[in-house]
């Protein structure tokens, strides 16, 4: 068996493309709420499977969205970032669960990043290909199913979207 990849999904695809024109008309602000929401609804439990008892992520995800309500400051929220970033590099023997914690971890990091709101939806279907298929499936049924997880992100993301943002994200992709 080849070693599992980190991220899955093909930056060249068009749902990528899509989903890349989609990110560049949106607010931060919109985005950061969409990825954050969408990582606890989608990612977070596959994590919370292995680890019920450790909170950091979900409080991670809370503090970054009083920070979007304007109730906490930038400076008060780069701890538990920082502390979310690091649950990911520990957990090499559970490959859906260190995905997941990547992804939960790289959106919340999207409240001062734009660019993450692209990237934690990689590690995501990483986690729900893992998380469903288990590790040691082919390349070609990997890539399928974070094919299908990226389609429905966009979907999401389609849902939430403002019309007509008068403020949307300036983005350069270095991809």
Do not use: H
Request: charged share 25%; hydrophobic share 40%; proline share 4%.
């Amino acid at each position: 068996m080849a070693k599992l990849r980190k991220m899955l999904g093909d930056i060249q695809s068009d749902i990528c493309k899509d989903l890349m024109k989609l990110i560049e008309t949106q607010s931060k602000q919109t985005l950061a709420s969409w990825a954050l929401s969408y990582a606890v609804e989608e990612y977070l439990p596959i994590y919370q499977k292995e680890y019920p008892e450790d909170r950091i992520l979900s409080e991670t995800a809370a503090v970054c969205r009083q920070y979007l309500g304007g109730e906490q400051k930038l400076a008060q929220i780069k701890p538990y970032l920082k502390e979310a970033a690091q649950i990911a590099r520990e957990l090499d023997d559970m490959p859906a669960a260190q995905a997941a914690a990547r992804a939960v971890a790289t959106a919340c990091a999207s409240v001062q990043t734009p660019t993450n709101t692209l990237g934690f939806l990689f590690y995501g279907a990483a986690a729900q290909a893992y998380a469903s298929l288990g590790t040691k499936e082919s390349k070609e049924v990997y890539e399928e199913c974070a094919q299908k997880e990226l389609e429905k992100a966009y979907a999401a993301l389609r849902e939430c979207a403002v019309e007509e943002e008068p403020n949307p994200v300036k983005i350069k992709w270095n991809c």
